[in-house]
């Protein structure tokens, strides 16, 4: 099973919407981080919060995390079409651990 | 700033060939990750190497083995071939800032095995 699973799995919006997409997870995290990942490209690190952190803003992103719900989202305000993407999150479960991704969401943004 | 460089970008195999992949983390990194991601699929964990040496093992299948060397590149020998190994694989490097370890992904080499 995934540590993070992403909810929805699909997401289509109109350009200028906000877009907001969820992550849960099942065992304890030392931090939680979104990748974007553009068609059979390459994983671009979006944002990271640590277990400690409730919420975190970069640019036109703003990610919470409710640990006492194993839970993120990744919140993408003003979208624009070239936000069209698949948005993963992963987790680490401890300082020197690796990520383990949940299922992408596939976010699709029409002009 | 130098990122993680993946070698070959691209690769075609047939069935039960080898292939090896070449990963150049970014310098002073002192972790280096390996991932597959199959079509439509999410990255999976492969293997890690602290400071050259084998850290953590996730679904890596026998056939597959790796190793870093002592200028830090990694390699990934698949042998074998199988058409499900078909995938993009990933290698990612880290280093750990502020008790938090900042990855940075390659962009990838993509195996098609025919």
């Known amino acids: 099973s995934q540590q993070g699973e992403e909810d929805p799995q699909a997401l289509s919006i109109q350009e200028g919407e906000n877009a907001t997409m969820n992550c849960s997870y099942k065992?304890?995290?030392?931090?939680l981080q979104w990748y974007r990942q553009n068609s059979g490209r390459g994983l671009v690190h979006l944002i990271l919060?640590?277990?400690?952190?409730r919420e975190k803003h970069s640019g036109r992103l703003r990610v919470t995390l409710d640990t006492s719900k194993k839970s993120s989202s990744l919140l993408i305000t003003a979208s624009r079409a070239a936000d069209t993407a698949s948005y993963f999150c992963?987790?680490?479960?401890?300082?020197?651990?690796?990520?383990?991704f949940g299922k992408g969401i596939t976010l699709s943004v029409r002009p | 700033a130098a990122g993680v460089i993946q070698s070959p970008r691209h690769l075609i195999k047939e069935k039960r060939e080898t292939a090896t992949l070449k990963c150049y983390p970014i310098?002073?990194?002192?972790?280096v990750y390996w991932y597959q991601q199959g079509p439509g699929q999410d990255p999976q964990f492969l293997i890690s190497?602290?400071?050259?040496?084998?850290?953590d093992k996730g679904s890596i299948p026998d056939r597959f083995s790796a190793q870093q060397f002592s200028d830090y590149h990694s390699e990934l020998n698949m042998s074998s071939l199988e058409l499900g190994d078909s995938a993009l694989y990933f290698c990612?490097?880290?280093?750990?800032?502020?008790?938090?370890?900042?990855?940075?992904f390659g962009p990838g080499t993509r195996l098609l095995v025919l």
């Open positions: 919060i640590r277990s400690n952190e």
């Open positions: 190497f602290y400071e050259k040496m084998q850290s």
């Open positions: 992963a987790t680490v479960t401890g300082a020197n651990s690796k990520l383990t």
């Open positions: 310098p002073r990194h002192d972790t």
């Open positions: 065992t304890s995290i030392n931090n």
């Open positions: 990612a490097s880290t280093f750990l800032a502020g008790g938090v370890r900042g990855t940075y």
